[in-house]
């Protein structure tokens, strides 16, 4: 069965850089969620949309944007880099229904 | 806001033995879904079982079962006949069932799972 699809899988940026991760979700899913997990903690809620709209946010800074295209894939845009965004990024699909299937995530570095 | 609270961080069990993962959360919502989620070594996050706040019934996956108590607001994982391959953290989560789609999951800590061989 086909999974949710995360590039690039590991990335290296300097503080300040630019980086924009892509989500590609299972098909027929609607509905995209981003999740931000640091070393040794659960994942932690950022942003999701539904039908290409916002449908829920969390706790993402300002620096962070993100939007759902109209093939359902998803892109988080994360901007002026601190040591402290180094971590895995998860990106989970869901089809209106309660589970949410994750991809392998995206582990950032920052230096 | 809801909360998930797994107050084992670490635990252990016997190869073949059985093990229970405790998980509660507080909310005050009616209805809801609960899930726990394995994180192995690599990584990727895994749904293990799921359960619907309006259903008795406790559910099951194979070796994978859950006791539902919701007057306790609590959510026990037991593992069965536990494999090498079980060993992984364990997150429980919760998802309000008040919205049909983009409602975030809201985790536990996690419980680390070591089997011993």
């Known amino acids: 069965a086909a999974g949710v699809i995360q590039s690039p899988r590991h990335l290296i940026k300097e503080k300040r850089e630019t980086a924009t991760l892509k989500c590609y979700p299972i098909p027929r899913h609607d509905t995209v969620y981003w999740y931000q997990q640091g070393p040794g903690q659960d994942p932690q809620f950022l942003i999701s949309f539904y039908e290409k709209m916002q449908s829920d946010k969390g706790s993402i800074p300002d620096r962070f944007s993100a939007q759902q295209f109209s093939d359902y894939h998803s892109e988080l845009n994360m901007s002026s880099l601190e040591l402290g965004d180094s971590a895995l990024y998860f990106c989970a699909s869901s089809r209106t229904s309660a589970e949410q299937y994750f991809g392998p995530g995206t582990r950032l570095t920052v230096t | 806001a809801q909360t998930v609270t797994q107050s084992q961080p670490e635990m252990s069990v016997q190869e073949a033995e059985t093990v229970t993962l405790s998980c509660t959360y507080d909310?005050?919502?009616?209805?809801?879904?609960l899930f726990w989620y394995k994180q192995p070594p690599s990584r990727q996050m895994i749904l293990v079982i799921r359960?619907?706040?309006?259903?008795?019934q406790n559910a099951t996956e194979n070796r994978f079962s859950v006791n539902f108590q919701k007057a306790a607001k609590s959510f026990s994982l037991k593992i069965s006949d536990s494999q090498l391959g079980d060993a992984a953290m364990y997150f429980c989560a919760y998802r309000s069932a008040w919205e049909t789609s983009g409602s975030r999951l809201t985790f536990g800590e996690g419980t680390q799972l070591t089997v011993n061989p």
């Open positions: 909310t005050s919502e009616s209805d809801y879904y």
């Open positions: 359960q619907e706040a309006y259903k008795q």
